[in-house]
């Protein structure tokens, strides 16, 4: 962590911000997207299960349909690929999600 930013293997999270930059490339991401991609980075190298992801967003897993968490990591998904970070994200079937 830099001050203000977050050091990624590939890319710079801007916290000031709520960006993702890589090279001199540099998206806006909603703040549940932010909020993903900065949990999986601070648990990086182990798989974040579904439900500690939304306890992180919401403060609970209640109330909340499973498929909104499924709807964020794909917009992020979508955003990532434009940075040529396709793969940054990996689903483990069963478990979660792991950041490479």
């Given at each position: 962590m830099l001050g203000d930013k977050i050091v990624g293997k590939h890319f710079v999270l801007n916290t000031d911000k709520s960006t993702i930059e890589k090279d001199d490339k540099e998206i806006e991401l909603t703040k549940n997207e932010f909020r993903i991609l900065k949990y999986l980075?601070?648990?990086?190298?182990?798989?974040?299960?579904?439900?500690e992801i939304m306890e992180c967003l919401w403060d609970s897993e209640n109330f909340i349909d499973d498929n909104t968490l499924t709807?964020?990591?794909?917009?992020?998904?979508?955003?990532?690929?434009e940075l040529d970070l396709k793969e940054l994200i990996q689903t483990k079937r069963g478990q979660g999600y792991i950041l490479l």
């Open positions: 980075v601070q648990n990086q190298d182990r798989i974040v299960s579904r439900e709807v964020n990591v794909t917009r992020l998904r979508n955003k990532l690929e």
